[in-house]
Every structure is written in structure tokens, then in C-alpha cells.
């Protein structure tokens, strides 16, 4: 059994089949793509690290973070990902300046990694872009991704990366077939949560794709997992 995606238009699990013999991909085969072929493994989590670079080489790395996924679209980020002090939040951080050196990136790179089963970190994929994993720093961030990457491509000084608060979640607005205007909900959703950050896109909703954002930081995680589940609730039914 192998993972096999397609070189491009491949997002939120679009462009990735879990297959057992090449008769599943046939389409793809006879269209002519050219299929990229994965080790499918065992893994426990998603997390992301993300990292800055300039073109004089300075580097600036936010907190590893865990990202859960539903039907292969990021549904939460939390920041930093639990149980990762230590060791493991050093290796990410490895590979990811490992990457953005020899890749000689400029701007903001996002190092997306599976947590196997047999305790390895393994390389999913990598977004050369500001990223949906990162949105919880516009909030949760001293210096938020977007800005981050504006200095690095301009080659200023990068900007601190530290967090706002011990812990920050962020979880995706998704669109759907009676999800109507979000603006509609913001009188509901801000009344009843009001230390939550919310974020529309502008974009026409339509099933599955990410029209928004909540944000919600502070001490306990339990309590603001549910802030943040809730806010984001108001805009999902």
C-alpha cells in the first residue's frame, strides 16, 4: 500500500489516493500525470514547524505545532504542540533550517511532519508560503507569519516569534451549502465569545473550503480548545 499524489492542484487532500494497485490510479495513468510515489506510514500526529529566512541569512522560528486534520483538510492548530519540549521540538527545528538554507528560501516556509508510531519525524511536505498552520501567530505571535515573511523578502531585521500566550488554537471556518454570509453570525458569535479573534477570508462559501478563522489563546488548554471550538461553531451549521 502506497500514498501517490500528483505534482500540482494537490490541497486539503485533494490530489492524494491511498492505493493498493495501479488499477486505482488509472485515470491518472492515462491522462499521462506524473505521479509522485510515497512510503505510506504509521504515524501518531501532524505537526508544522515553520521558519523564516532573509537573503543575509537570518533565521526566525516559531514554536512547533500540532495540526489536526478531518477528511484531509486542517481542521485545528494548536501552538506550541503538546508534549514536544525538548528533543523533538530541536529536530524539527533542525530540519526546518536545514531545508530554508539549502534551499536557499526567502520568506516564510512551513515544514509540514509526521510523529510516527515508531517515534521518527518524517517529512509530509513543504508550503514555501506563509500557511494555513501559521494563522494562529497573526494572534497568538509577537510577529505573525504574514508580517514575517513581508520582512524577509525585504531583507529587514525578523521580528520576535515568541508566544502572546502559554497556548493558542486556531481552528478553520469551513464553507457549506447553508453556511450563507458570515457576517451574518458575527453579532451571535462575538456576544458569545468575546475574547476570541475572528477572521473572514472574503470568500464565496462553498462545501469544505476554509472561509475563515478563529483564534483563541491563553492558560488552560482544555478551556481554550472549547473557546475556540465554540466561537468557530456559530459559523459551521
Known amino acids: 500500500m502506497r500514498s501517490l499524489k500528483t505534482?500540482?492542484?494537490?490541497?486539503?487532500?485533494?490530489?492524494?489516493?491511498?492505493?493498493?494497485?495501479?488499477?486505482?490510479?488509472?485515470?491518472?495513468?492515462?491522462?499521462?500525470?506524473?505521479?509522485?510515489v510515497e512510503e505510506?506510514?504509521?504515524?501518531?500526529?501532524?505537526?508544522?514547524?515553520?521558519?523564516?529566512?532573509?537573503?543575509?541569512?537570518?533565521?526566525?522560528?516559531?514554536?512547533?505545532?500540532e495540526s489536526i486534520q478531518r477528511d484531509?483538510?486542517?481542521?485545528?492548530v494548536i501552538a506550541p504542540a503538546?508534549?514536544?519540549?525538548?528533543?523533538?521540538?530541536?529536530?524539527?527545528?533542525d530540519i526546518a533550517v536545514t531545508i530554508a538554507e539549502q534551499l536557499d528560501v526567502v520568506g516564510?516556509?512551513?515544514?509540514?511532519?509526521?510523529?510516527?508510531?515508531?517515534?521518527?519525524?518524517?517529512i509530509n511536505e513543504l508550503a514555501m508560503r506563509p500557511h494555513n498552520t501559521g494563522h494562529w501567530s497573526i494572534d497568538g505571535s509577537t510577529t505573525s507569519q504574514f508580517e514575517q515573511?513581508?520582512?524577509a523578502v525585504l531583507d529587514l531585521p525578523l521580528g520576535a516569534?515568541?508566544?502572546?500566550?502559554?497556548?493558542?488554537?486556531m481552528v478553520n471556518v469551513l464553507g457549506g451549502p447553508d453556511s450563507g454570509s458570515l457576517a451574518d453570525r458575527y453579532p451571535l458569535a462575538?456576544?458569545?465569545?468575546?475574547?476570541v479573534k475572528f477572521h473572514s477570508y472574503g470568500k464565496q462559501s462553498r462545501p469544505g473550503r476554509k472561509v475563515g478563522h478563529v483564534t483563541a489563546g491563553g492558560d488552560d488548554l482544555d478551556e481554550v480548545v472549547y473557546r475556540a471550538r465554540a466561537a468557530a461553531e456559530f459559523f459551521h451549521s
Open 7 to 36: 505534482p500540482r492542484g494537490g490541497y486539503d487532500g485533494k490530489g492524494v489516493r491511498i492505493v493498493h494497485s495501479a488499477d486505482e490510479v488509472e485515470d491518472w495513468l492515462r491522462d499521462g500525470e506524473v505521479l509522485l
Open 40 to 65: 505510506l506510514v504509521e504515524f501518531r500526529r501532524e505537526l508544522a514547524q515553520l521558519v523564516a529566512r532573509r537573503p543575509s541569512g537570518e533565521l526566525a522560528l516559531w514554536p512547533i505545532v
Open 72 to 76: 484531509g483538510v486542517c481542521a485545528e
Open 82 to 93: 503538546p508534549r514536544t519540549a525538548g528533543k523533538l521540538a530541536d529536530l524539527a527545528a
Open 108 to 122: 516564510v516556509l512551513a515544514v509540514e511532519l509526521f510523529e510516527t508510531t515508531d517515534d521518527r519525524l518524517v
Open 149 to 151: 515573511h513581508l520582512r
Open 161 to 169: 516569534t515568541g508566544c502572546r500566550d502559554p497556548w493558542s488554537v
Open 190 to 195: 462575538l456576544n458569545d465569545q468575546p475574547t
